[in-house]
């Protein structure tokens, strides 16, 4: 799964959200299945070139959460999702809807041409 | 983890050149495992605080406490758990690098040969060749061999790896988390490459002509300082910590406890262009 994530260092947002918002994103999305291991903090934060405290901060979060699992002397596993937060895919994109809203605000366009805009390049 | 342990501490330091400040009552201490990245201007003063932290250089008023002692009054038990990597390239002219290697871990009795020997292949070192005839970044690579095969308990890397390509920068910042994560040490590192320094740093601490202006958990930047932009003729609330203004628009640390009124739009900011908005 190493290869499904990615951060961008560079990006004003915290290392450790992008990480979270992501694996997250995997599960809700199904390809991180129930019971899946994941990568140790230590191969994450070599892949990713990162902290190590910054991938520990984003899995400690998920565990808090209910999305992963961490039993005694085993790996972090995909938490079952009978326990999992009910977040909806929907719910994954509010942050960029709300980049989006604000941009088109910003350029003065009304929510009504925003909708036909969707609508003619989501068919495309 | 825990921040327990104080590796280096530095009490409203001042310094002085002649008649210009060039340290002004800086406080901030370094604990095991974090790693700080020094970002400033040249000539903030990088450098010269650095070489305090290591009594190379007087400090004028306040203290400095390097693993527990006076920094200018250094025992050789602590000397020999610092590891320090200058701007300027250094001596073993004249030596191979095999030969160089064999004097300096002479005086380091926590040296690891294996480390030694992984990092030279790592770097592509040649034992056998002159040190005079390495480039620049085969200087650097040999001076950070130099300062970390005895994992020191703190070490001091001023923009140690401007001249190292991009995959060997990356296996060194791993160096990096494993010395300051598993050995327990603190790391002050200065670079003016900022997305290394994002990679890299758990703590950030930005010095502005001499004084330091922001000291951070990298995490906590990026969620505490915005550049907010005001309506016009809106005044700011009280109690905000300014640290640039350009008309309206203002850059401050604890956007995220105050309220403020009249925000036309806020932008979180990635280090580059913190350090940009910060000195305009």
Known sequence: MLELIKVNPSSGEPIYRQLHEQIVRLIVGGQLQVDQVLPSVRQLAEHLAVNPMTVSRAIQQLVEQGWLERRRGQPTRVANKQDAPTTTSL???????????????????????LKSLMEQQWDK | MEHS????????????????????????????????????????????LMRAALGILEIDAGNITTLGETATDLSIDAKAKIGYVPQQP????????????????????????????????????????????????????????????????????????????????????????????????AVLFSSHITSDLERVAS??????????????????????????????????????????????????????????????????????????????
């Open chain 2, 90 to 185: 250094f001596g073993y002219e004249g030596f191979t690098i095999a030969s160089a290697l064999e004097l300096h871990s002479s005086f380091y009795p926590q040296w690891d040969k294996a480390l030694e020997t992984d990092w030279l292949a790592r770097f592509g070192l040649d034992s056998k060749q002159q040190v005079q005839k390495l480039s620049v970044g085969q200087r650097q690579s040999l001076a950070l061999i130099m300062a970390m095969a005895y994992r020191p308990q703190l070490l001091i890397l001023d923009e140690p790896v401007a001249s190292l390509d991009p995959i060997v920068r990356r296996q060194f910042m791993g160096d990096l988390f494993e010395l300051a994560l598993e050995s327990g040490s």
């Open chain 1, 91 to 113: 719910q994954l994109l509010e942050s960029q809807a709300n980049d989006l809203i604000t941009k088109a605000k910003q350029l003065g366009i009304c929510l009504d041409d």
């Open chain 2, 203 to 280: 703590h950030v601490a930005l010095l502005k002509q001499g004084e330091l202006v922001l000291f951070k958990e990298i995490d906590a930047l990026r969620e505490e300082v915005v550049l907010v932009q005001l309506a016009d003729n809106q005044d700011l609330p009280e109690g905000l910590t300014v640290l640039n203004r350009n008309q309206q628009q203002v850059l401050v640390d604890n956007a995220d406890q105050i309220d403020i009124a009249g925000v036309v739009n806020t932008t979180s900011l990635n280090l580059e262009q913190l350090f940009m908005e910060l000195h305009r």
């Open chain 2, 5 to 48: 342990e104080v590796i280096l501490e530095f009490q409203q330091v001042d310094k002085r050149f002649d008649d210009q400040a060039v340290l002004t009552q800086l406080s901030f201490s370094l604990s095991a495992g974090m790693v700080v990245g020094l970002l400033g201007q040249n000539g903030a003063g990088k450098s010269t």
